[in-house]
């Protein structure tokens, strides 16, 4: 087990060592572990606001 630190919230968590993406951590320093909570808040599309209107000329 491999302990990695999410970028966003700080959280430590325990990876197993021989995934892909305990891999690719060793490898690439510029590499960065994100937690699944963190990954979930930024893949879900912001809702934009419907009433904006765009002046197009």
Known sequence: M???QC??????VY?????????RLRNDPM???MCDECKSRL???KHRNQ???FNHH
């Open 31 to 33: 590499h960065t572990f």
């Open 51 to 53: 009433e904006t209107t």
């Open 2 to 4: 491999k302990k990695v």
């Open 43 to 45: 893949d879900t599309p």
């Open 15 to 23: 990876i197993d060592e021989n995934t892909l993406e305990a891999k």
């Open 7 to 12: 970028i966003i919230c700080d959280i430590e």
